[in-house]
Every structure is written in C-alpha cells, then in structure tokens.
C-alpha cells in the first residue's frame, strides 16, 4: 500500500535545522578558531592519544625531578639564601621545569569548560607536591597501568595520604626554619625535610617518641592543626585500604586447577539468590555425582551471605573477584581449560533489554578470549536469542 500522507521530518533532521539555525545567529569567524583551539588543546592533554601520553609521561617524570630538586634544597641547613643564577645549574633546572608546568597550565586551561575552577583550582596546585604525587595515579590510570577498579581505588587513597604527609612536611620544614612571625623571625630550628616528616609521621601515628617535636610557636600551632585534620583523615582512609588490601589477597591469585578435576566457570548477576538457586539445581541430588569445581569470578567482593555460602560448599566452589571483559581476569579463572562457561542473568532487571545487551557483550569476551569454548547464558528476551545455526556453530546455549 502506498502512503498518502507525506513522511514527518526525523527528529535528527530536526534538531540539525535548529543548530544551523543558531548558528546563523553566531559570528563563525569568532566561533571557529575559539572552538577548534579548544579542541586542540583537548585532544593535547587527552590520555586516549599516543600525544596525550607522552605528555601526560613528560609531566610526570617533572613533577618528580622538581620534587627531588626540593628535596635536595631542603636538606640542608636554611631556608634562604643568595646565589648567582649562572652558578647554579639545579636552579637552572628547575627554572626549565616550571617553565613546562607553566605551559601545561596553559593548554589545561584553554581545553577546560571552567576557567575561573580551573585557573584557581589548578594553579594552586600545581606548585606543590600534591600534584607530584597524584600525578602519578593519574598517569597509571590512563597509562591502563592500573587494571581494575580496586587497584586504581588503592592507588588513589594511597596518594591522598602520601601527598598530605609531604606536602604538610614542607610547610613544618619552612615554619620552624623561618622562626616566629610575630617575634621578627627568631629563634627558629633548623630542621632538614626527612627530619619533619619522620615528626609528622610518628606523630600522626599516636607514638609520639619527643626525639623531635616543633619548638616555635608557630610549629606548634601548625601541628595542633595538623593532629586534628591528619589523624581524621588518617583515622577515615586507614580503614578502607586495609579492606582493599585484604580483600585483593583474599579474592586475589589465580584458580589452581588439581589434575584430573574438571571446573567450569559461572559469570554474571552473581548474588546470594542466584548462587543459590543454581548450586541447588547444579548439584542436585538426582543428578550424577560428578566431581567439578564451579569457579565463581565477579567485579565485587560477596557479601556475608553468599561468604556463608561459599564456605558451605568450599571443596566444590571458589570464588574470584574481577570481570570477564579483562583478559587478565579470564587467565586467573583458567577459562581456556574450562569444562564450559555458564553467564546468569536478573530475572528481576528493571530493563531486560540492557541485562541481555551486557550477557552478550560478556559471550563476545570470552569467545575472543576462548573462541572453543561452550557458553550456557540466560537470555530475559526472546528476541535476544540467537538462531539455532549460530548457536550450534559457537557452541553456545541460551535458556
């Protein structure tokens, strides 16, 4: 049958009327060279570019040689004093290094949306040994150094601690080597870098030897400060690390797999409802008594009940904490020696649609991986099912 009614306008036809409707109103010379120089400076300091990388390398290894041209400046006695530029080859350095600091600050703030957050924020900064710390988990994270989400977790907590510990040595080191401020800059002590942060660290740690403890009155001030923000801090974040620590060695490793024992390796919305309802099918009593290991691998930690669980049945379960879309992951469970691969779903997902879109993409991950091995998954939608040729072909079964 033919149409008699003329066809409606898409919405994309739509919507691109209205953009270059707007954009008549603009002045394109104006807008041009503004957008494209902001776009250059994105792509610039973009980690997803060979250009970015290298970049985001470059600053790295600076932030660590400024740092280490600070702590050579601080280790010896005083804080200040008078030299000829030509004759100092480590200030030279580090003239250069601010130089590139200066220059990142500005492709940085070119690329930024903000400019007000990112001119206050940034420069500030960037000047200190916080952002010489960081910088390197940021560098890890987009390097893909860091592999999952724990790790990259870790690294940031630890970097939020370190970065406090030094840069708060640095201004103890100046404090009590500068003197009071209220009595003309007398009577300071002079102390070396390392020497105020081992007090700050036996201090944040409630030891408290009294080998070295702050004598003006001003480092006095500054550390009372520093107990009650450091150890709240320290107190919050200490915690946290020890549980991602424990938790990597405890679900951490990889599978050993005991000679002439078969494992298969189970996947998806892993719960203590589903686990359940699957070990009480799989290892039904009317079922044939056949010795194999279920691999359980997920990207979070179990909870108690399934903990309990596993702990039930620990001679035929373990369980791995980490995701099938990492090839890593998928060598610590033994995929490729495995029996076979069973992907469950949520029978109780709020969009069937994506819960199927995400069990597939995870049978395309491991078929890259493992292109012979066998896939049993759960499929919430009948049109999510692939035909029985496709099926038989990659070995796989939907239910």
């Known amino acids: 049958l033919k149409r008699k009614k003329p066809p409606l306008a898409s919405p994309s036809t739509v919507l691109g009327d209205s953009?270059?409707?707007?954009?008549?109103?603009?002045?394109?010379?104006?807008?041009?060279?503004?957008?494209?120089?902001?776009?250059?400076?994105?792509?610039?300091?973009?980690?997803?570019?060979?250009?970015?990388?290298?970049?985001?390398?470059?600053?790295?290894?600076?932030?660590?040689?400024?740092?280490i041209i600070y702590l050579i400046y601080t280790?010896?006695?005083?804080?200040?004093?008078?030299?000829?530029?030509?004759?100092?080859?480590?200030?030279?350095?580090?003239?250069?290094?601010?130089?590139?600091?200066?220059?990142?600050?500005?492709?940085?703030?070119?690329?930024?949306?903000?400019k007000l957050c990112s001119s206050s924020v940034c420069w500030h900064i960037s000047s200190t040994s916080l952002s010489r710390v960081k910088i390197f988990s940021?560098?890890?994270?987009?390097?893909?150094?860091?592999?999952?989400s724990n790790s990259i977790k870790l690294v940031q907590l630890i970097s939020v601690l370190l970065s406090m510990w030094l840069t708060t040595s640095g201004f103890c080191h100046l404090i009590e080597n500068s003197g009071d401020v209220w009595d003309g800059f007398k009577e300071p002590q002079f102390l070396t870098y390392w020497e105020c942060c081992y007090m700050l660290m036996v201090t944040i740690t409630t030891v408290g030897y009294g080998d070295v403890y702050p004598k003006t009155s001003c480092g006095r001030v500054f550390v009372t400060f520093y107990i009650l923000i450091g150890f709240a801090t320290f107190a919050s974040y200490m915690p946290e690390i020890v549980e991602?620590?424990?938790?990597?060695?405890?679900?951490?490793?990889?599978?050993?797999?005991?000679?002439?024992?078969?494992?298969?390796?189970?996947?998806?919305?892993?719960?203590?409802?589903?686990?359940?309802?699957?070990?009480?099918?799989?290892l039904h009593e009317d079922r044939d008594d056949v010795d194999v290991v279920i691999v359980f691998i997920h990207h979070s930690a179990p909870d108690l009940d399934l903990q309990a669980l596993f702990k039930r049945h620990f001679t035929q379960m373990e369980?791995?904490?980490?995701s099938v879309m990492h090839s890593k992951d998928l060598e610590?469970?033994?995929?490729?020696?495995a029996d076979a691969c069973l992907i469950l779903a949520n029978k109780y997902a709020c969009e069937p649609n994506a819960e199927d879109a995400s069990n597939i993409m995870r049978v395309i991950s491991i078929k890259n991986f493992h292109p012979k091995i066998r896939i049993v998954t759960q499929m919430l939608q009948y049109e999510s099912k692939v035909s029985d040729l496709i099926s038989e072909r990659n070995s796989m079964n939907f239910f």
């Not at 957008?35 to 985001?56: P, Y």
């Not at 080859?89 to 601010?98: C, K, P, S, T």
């Open 19 to 67: 953009r270059n409707s707007l954009a008549t109103t603009n002045t394109p010379g104006e807008v041009g060279w503004l957008t494209s120089l902001k776009d250059w400076a994105g792509i610039l300091i973009s980690a997803q570019t060979t250009t970015g990388r290298i970049l985001m390398v470059f600053m790295a290894f600076n932030s660590l040689a400024a740092f």
């Open 319 to 322: 369980f791995f904490q980490g």
């Open 332 to 337: 610590r469970v033994k995929i490729d020696e």
């Open 138 to 148: 940021c560098a890890g994270f987009f390097l893909r150094v860091l592999k999952t």
């Open 75 to 114: 280790s010896s006695e005083g804080i200040e004093s008078c030299f000829d530029f030509k004759d100092k080859e480590l200030h030279q350095i580090e003239v250069a290094i601010n130089v590139c600091f200066l220059i990142h600050f500005g492709i940085r703030f070119l690329a930024a949306s903000d």
């Open 244 to 282: 991602l620590i424990s938790n990597r060695k405890k679900y951490g490793g990889s599978y050993n797999q005991e000679r002439g024992r078969k494992h298969i390796v189970v996947c998806g919305y892993i719960n203590y409802e589903s686990v359940s309802s699957f070990i009480k099918d799989f």
